[in-house]
């Protein structure tokens, strides 16, 4: 098991972090890249350098399995009238299991990109995080405000975690 996913369960069971990613998502951000960056902050890691790298791998392995994924089990939530409602359900359930995996198997990739990434120091890792939150946010072209969110709502809880 990864300490990354590991983190990312634990988090995501928390009040207010499931809005938070889901806003993080509908600004156009990966959720699992938006959760490194803090993971990686909180661990005293600046993943400014490996961030390049994160922003490619995760583009690629959403486009090529994730969301296809993610697609099969919507379309699976209301099957054509012609398929049996009951084997539909279990593909969809099989299906959300395979998303899960993929999910599991992008975090590991970014875990390793942590390696590469230089300590923190005395820097503030929560102005830290949101940087580099910002950073990925322009890279996408995406909102900022969407960041700045995120970390409000993720941040503090992660001391729960």
């Not at 634990?10 to 699992?32: E, S, T, W």
């Not at 938006?34 to 994160?54: F, H």
């Not at 791998?57 to 994730?66: D, F, G, I, R, Y």
């Amino acid at each position: 098991m990864s300490a990354f996913w590991n983190f990312s369960v634990r988090l995501y069971a928390q009040d207010g972090v499931k809005p938070a990613c889901l806003a993080l998502q509908a600004g156009g951000m990966d959720v699992n890249v938006g959760l490194w960056i803090v993971w990686s902050c909180v661990n005293g890691r600046d993943p400014g350098p490996a961030l390049g790298q994160a922003v490619e791998l995760s583009s690629l392995w959403s486009a090529q399995v994730v969301k296809p994924l993610r697609s099969a089990r919507d379309h699976l939530k209301h099957p054509m009238a012609s398929m049996e409602a009951d084997a539909a359900r279990a593909l969809r359930k099989s299906v959300l299991a395979a998303e899960l995996e993929a999910e599991k198997l992008e975090q590991h990739a970014l875990e390793a990109l942590t390696q590469s990434c230089p300590e923190t120091g005395d820097m503030d890792r929560r102005d830290l995080a949101l940087k580099r939150l910002q950073d990925y946010a322009a890279r996408l072209g995406s909102s900022a405000a969407c960041a700045g969110q995120f970390v409000e709502n993720v941040f503090e809880t992660t001391k729960n975690v």
